[in-house]
């Protein structure tokens, strides 16, 4: 049974992603804020949300240090900003803070139910058509080059490539290092080495690569 937290300043656009979501989730437990400050209050009370759905564009604008509070901070809780801008420059600064995902405002119902549902299953998620909507920009991610990451990903050792797919699934530090029996500690030093070899700002970021290029090679 998930635990969502939508944080949304509009009242008309949250009633009804509110209504959307408990048609979708019907035996989750779903509760609204309408700024930063309510939503960090409705967390300190209740602590054990799995997913957060914030407006990028609450009173007073979200801060990367916000953000960064926010994707860290707060246990197992996910974080995925849905938004109506659709700027290049505010994607890629939410995925540097360390967000689960990134959400047009523009999608219907039904794709962005789909996208929360890939997050809530520990995936990485931008809304598709914004990854490679700028032509004038180079992609998000993958997007045209795919051979340049299959070339930087050669460049990762074995033990790296198995840190790598692991993180495209959503695993933790500890999960990773329970899995291939090493320490948290040799996990962060791997990460930071496939962070480094792929040009990716964060894990996040190296993540959505990587499911990109697997999802590619099925």
Do not use: W
């Amino acid at each position: 049974m998930p635990r969502i937290l939508l944080a949304d300043d509009h009242g008309l656009y949250r009633k009804g992603l509110q209504a959307a979501l408990l048609r979708a989730f019907s035996d989750a437990t779903l509760e609204a804020a309408e700024s930063l400050e309510a939503a960090l209050a409705c967390i300190e009370r209740t602590p054990n949300f799995d997913l957060l759905i914030i407006d990028l564009h609450l009173p007073g604008r979200l801060s990367g240090e916000d953000l960064l509070r926010l994707s860290k901070s707060h246990g197992g809780m996910r974080v995925a900003v849905l938004s109506a801008s659709e700027s290049r420059t505010d994607i890629l600064e939410c995925l540097a803070c360390g967000v689960h995902g990134y959400m047009s405002k523009g999608e219907t119902e039904d794709e962005i139910i789909s996208g929360i549902n890939y997050i809530l299953s520990g995936k990485i998620y931008v809304t598709p058509r914004l990854i490679s909507a700028d032509k004038k920009s180079p992609p998000l991610s993958i997007g045209r080059n795919i051979e340049l990451i299959k070339f930087q990903m050669s460049n990762l050792t074995p033990r790296q490539n198995d840190v790598l797919v692991l993180l495209s699934i959503g695993k933790s530090n500890r999960e990773i290092a329970q899995e291939l029996k090493i320490s948290e500690a040799t996990v962060k030093i791997h990460t930071a080495a496939v962070m480094r070899v792929l040009g990716a700002k964060n894990r996040a970021v190296a993540a959505l690569m990587a499911q990109e290029l697997l999802d590619r090679s099925r």
